[in-house]
Nanobody, 123 residues
């Protein structure tokens, strides 16, 4: 069973940057597509970004395109989300997840989830 642990969240001001990490224990993540989702208070969990098992393909929600960058380190069994030019609307709990089957942007396509890390952006 894959266990995912996110870290790197925190509080920043508008325009700041954070780098989230998602470390896996158990089976390697190298054969999985990985994704990041976020959930703001009172809102549904939404897709943020995904990366193919090879790292050769990346996907982003329109709201973060050009500001966030997803990457993975197969040696460290870790996936990252570099977040730049943060805005107050990026405030949410961020979750990483390993993909099972289906469209990369659907929550239901992911099988294993981390516990989440809080990101707060103040104006």
């Amino acid at each position: 069973q894959v266990q995912l642990v996110e870290s790197g969240g925190g509080s920043v001001q508008t325009g700041g940057s954070l780098r989230l990490s998602c470390a896996a224990s158990g089976p390697t993540l190298n054969s999985y597509r990985m994704g990041w989702f976020r959930q703001a208070p009172g809102k549904e969990r939404e897709f943020v970004s995904a990366i193919s098992w090879s790292g050769g393909s990346t996907y982003y929600a329109d709201a973060v395109k050009g500001r966030f960058t997803i990457s993975r380190d197969s040696v460290k069994n870790t996936v990252y989300l570099q977040m730049n030019s943060l805005k107050p609307e990026d405030t949410a709990v961020y979750y990483c997840a390993s993909h099972g089957a289906g469209s990369y942007y659907l929550r239901s396509s992911y099988y294993y989830w981390g516990q989440g890390t809080q990101v707060t952006v103040s104006s």
